[in-house]
């Protein structure tokens, strides 16, 4: 671990990118909502994998990059700033996993670097939030209407076996330069082939955001988040850099580097 930390600071711009993007994220939710919801004994534990988000451990839809800020309680002319960092999120993506491989190989990183990765991929990542988007919605709609709150556990449980064996899914995408169907494929091959190892890392990623939700939810304020917008920069973006080293590995290994 004290590699991986000592390539995050090596490399500060792998810090900077989801920090500016988390900023510009709370601070859009402010300005429609304000500050909304109150401390509370909450956990999230998350499997999103590139570029860090606190939004990703919290249960309260306080930043704009996810689709659940678009409640019932904003206005659809609020939908205009969401969709553009929707959008800028799926563009930072495939800098940043782009970023993140070029850290792992020793090679310097940089903004036009990050631009150019961004502009590659983006269309990819809107297709795959859109095809994730949808497949949830469907399967959680079914399994509700004929199981009730059990087919809603039942939906939770099988996007998390499925989000497991995809682990490596946007990595396939930047890495091996792949389309969304490919990397399918492609990413349940490398878990197939680096299971344990993986498995230990995904166990280490669920602990760690989940005691930082924990901490989130318990001291949620505008300061607690603050706080923790470069918390999880940092951690988990070490995370992020330890499944792109296994991921590097694999592939090696494999005859496929």
Not at 5 to 32: T, W
Not at 59 to 82: C, L
Not at 218 to 226: D, E, G
């Amino acid at each position: 671990m004290k590699k991986i930390f000592r390539m995050l600071f090596k490399n500060p711009l792998i810090l900077i990118y989801p920090i500016v993007l988390d900023a510009l994220s709370f601070s859009i939710g402010l300005m429609i909502v304000g500050f909304i919801g109150s401390p509370s004994f909450s956990v999230r534990l998350i499997l999103e994998m590139g570029i860090p988000s606190v939004s990703y451990v919290s249960n309260i839809p306080q930043f704009v990059n996810q689709m659940q800020f678009m409640g019932d309680t904003v206005s659809v002319r609020a939908w205009i700033p969401v969709i553009f960092v929707l959008l800028l999120m799926a563009f930072a993506q495939g800098g940043y996993i782009a970023s993140l491989r070029h850290i792992v190989e020793g090679k310097p990183i940089s903004v036009g670097q990050f631009l150019k990765d961004g502009k590659k991929y983006w269309v990819r990542f809107i297709f795959l939030f859109m095809i994730i988007t949808a497949a949830k919605t469907a399967m959680t709609t079914l399994l509700a209407a004929f199981l009730g709150i059990i087919g809603i556990f039942l939906s939770l449980v099988i996007f998390v076996i499925l989000r497991i064996i995809f682990i490596y899914l946007e990595h396939c995408i930047v890495v091996d330069q792949l389309n969304v169907d490919a990397a399918f494929r492609q990413s349940r091959r490398y878990f197939q082939a680096s299971s344990f190892n993986t498995s230990g890392i995904i166990i280490a990623m669920m602990i760690i955001s989940g005691v930082i939700s924990l901490l989130v939810h318990r001291f949620w304020s505008p300061f607690a988040v603050i706080v923790a917008i470069p918390i999880c920069a940092l951690v988990l973006g070490a995370i992020q850099i330890a499944f792109m080293q296994q991921l590097c590995q694999t592939k090696r290994l494999h005859g496929n580097g």
